[in-house]
């Protein structure tokens, strides 16, 4: 199914409510174009206008461009020998006459981009910072996009199983990583999204640095990890036990299992974000360790690994049809260790779909 770029660039312009929208490479560049360039110290912008699109683009990018023609990009092209300041004010003079206003991302646009913007003639009461507008653009998924992030998910599940089915105690945590991230490649993962594997106490730290620690019997191993398919990944986290855990870890597993269990049947169109987040919340306070339940209870999955929804206490924002986010509600006790149970959920018009089935009991 092709993407209508031209539809989201009109969107943008149209809810911004400026005369011009800019993007620097990266997810937006990405979700707006299609077009993958590099982040680096030669400045890219993307200009939208009511007269189409146009690049600020250094030469050596432009055959990428070129490769695009139903995009129909307008360049302002510029060399490394003569510098981006004339491109700059080439575009800014042809596209924002006296009193135009500019929509930029002020999460994504950096200070030196802004700068030169400044330099070739747009005033700073003329910049509109609209860095929210585009997270909540991309935070309702087309199906096209929750296919791509179905497939990542279904390579995820496939590579742990085949990586569970090898790993053994007494390997270390950064064999298991290489191992699954082996896996996932050889399924058709196009990169990692996330690939983390801690044993032991280490998992007590959500995001622990991965090393050479052993994995031990009776021990926890646990596992956050996601494939790309086409840009788009999966974040899934499963904890395991090789052996015979305590019955404390038992009790830490059961709360965590349960409240994933409470949110994932729970969350619907017009529930609050926060909404979702308590109701996991209430059950590991009931077993007693609400007090390691040290994050919020997910968040938004898209271009980015991180993106909104934000499932988290104080977000009244409502759950709508095509939002695509994680629940991964955890318990972390310090010298003992931790237990997060991750799912990839989209929002549907009656509820929500479950994108992971990996089996979730310990």
């Avoid at 250094?58 to 004339?86: C, M, N």
């Avoid at 007090?291 to 934000?310: D, K």
């Avoid at 988290?312 to 310090?334: D, H």
């Amino acid at each position: 199914m092709a993407i209508d770029y031209q539809a989201r660039l009109d969107r943008l312009l149209e809810q911004s409510g400026a005369d011009l929208a800019a993007f620097v490479p990266g997810e937006n560049m990405v979700y707006f174009t299609g077009l993958h360039f590099h982040l680096s110290e030669r400045p890219i912008l993307g200009l939208y206008s009511r007269d189409g699109l146009s690049f600020i683009i250094p030469e050596l990018e432009v055959p990428k461009l070129e490769a695009r023609p139903e995009l129909e990009a307008r360049r302002f092209a510029w060399t490394d020998q003569a510098g981006y300041e004339d491109a700059f004010a080439d575009a800014v003079g042809a596209l924002l006459p006296g009193g135009a206003t500019c929509a930029l991302d002020g999460q994504t646009l950096r200070f030196f981009e802004w700068r030169a913007l400044e330099k070739a003639g747009l005033p700073a009461a003329s910049a509109l910072d609209v860095g929210d507008l585009f997270l909540n653009l991309r935070a309702r998924k087309a199906p096209e996009e929750i296919a791509k992030m179905q497939r990542a998910v279904d390579i995820s599940e496939a590579a742990l199983g085949a990586t569970m089915d090898w790993a053994r105690p007494g390997m270390t945590e950064r064999q298991i990583a290489d191992r699954l991230g082996a896996e996932m490649l050889e399924r058709g993962s196009h990169g990692h999204a996330f690939l983390i594997a801690l044993t032991g106490e280490k998992t007590g730290q959500p995001h622990g640095n991965m090393g050479d620690r052993v994995w031990g019997e009776n021990e926890f191993l646990l596992i956050d990890f996601g494939a790309t398919y086409q840009d788009y990944p999966a974040d899934i986290t499963r904890t395991f036990c090789y052996g015979e855990p305590t019955a404390q870890m038992r009790a830490m597993y059961d709360a965590v299992y349960s409240a994933n269990l409470a949110a994932r049947e729970f969350a619907r169109p017009g529930v609050t974000c926060a909404a979702v987040d308590q109701v996991a919340r209430a059950v590991i306070e009931a077993a007693g360790l609400g007090e390691y339940f040290i994050h919020r209870l997910g968040h938004g999955l898209g271009l980015s690994v991180h993106e909104l929804p934000n499932i988290v206490a104080g977000n009244e924002q409502l759950l709508q049809p095509g939002m695509v986010f994680t629940i991964e509600p955890g318990v972390y006790i310090p010298g003992v260790g931790g237990v997060r149970i991750e799912d990839n959920v989209v929002v549907t018009a009656d509820g929500i779909k479950v994108l992971t089935s990996y089996p979730r009991e310990l």
